[in-house]
């Protein structure tokens, strides 16, 4: 099955001139989902996570599910301000904006491999932002990976120090 067919594009969304990714008519095509996730399970796999980190909010789409199948824990990022207990918080870029992500200061122990899953890498901001709150518990490794890549903003460059996995290259 190409994933990519099942992913539709709309133009001029959230503002005029970004191109997004709706991801609803993947997560809505039940066997598409399914051959996503195993496929993303078999790339986490050869990493050996022992927790796995997703952005909010379209990231706990993959993230959650992984978590389960791998058997391992599941940390949430949220917006700031989203969650109830003692946070770090970290101040990031967007194509089109700016944002504050969050973590609980009691969210994982330290010194484990670390997996972090988006839906996508396009800039880097929100990713690189991901990665310095999780070095706040000073993890063995962090993984990266998403559903899809946007290759031409180039993300990949401003987190060239970590592994990084893409099923699809848009």
Excluded: C, W
């Excluded at 993230?63 to 101040?91: D, N, S, W």
């Amino acid at each position: 099955m190409n994933i990519k067919e099942k992913i539709r594009v709309v133009n001029d969304f959230p503002t005029p001139g970004i191109q997004f990714y709706d991801i609803t008519t993947l997560i809505n095509d039940a066997q598409a989902y399914r051959e996503t996730i195993d496929e993303m399970a078999l790339i986490a796999k050869k990493y050996d996570p022992e927790v796995v980190v997703a952005l909010e909010a379209r990231g706990f789409f993959f993230g959650t599910t992984l978590a389960y199948q791998l058997g391992i824990p599941f940390v949430p990022l949220r917006k700031k301000g989203k969650l109830p207990y003692k946070t770090y918080e970290e101040a990031y870029p967007l194509e089109y904006g700016n944002a504050t992500m969050a973590i609980h200061t009691d969210a994982m122990k330290e010194d484990k491999n670390v997996l972090i899953v988006d839906d996508i890498l396009a800039t880097g901001g929100s990713m690189a932002a991901a990665v310095n709150l999780v070095n706040h518990f000073h993890p063995k490794s962090i993984h990266l990976l998403f559903l899809m890549e946007m290759e031409a903003l180039k993300g990949r460059e401003k987190l060239s120090k970590y592994p990084i996995d893409s099923l699809i290259i848009v």
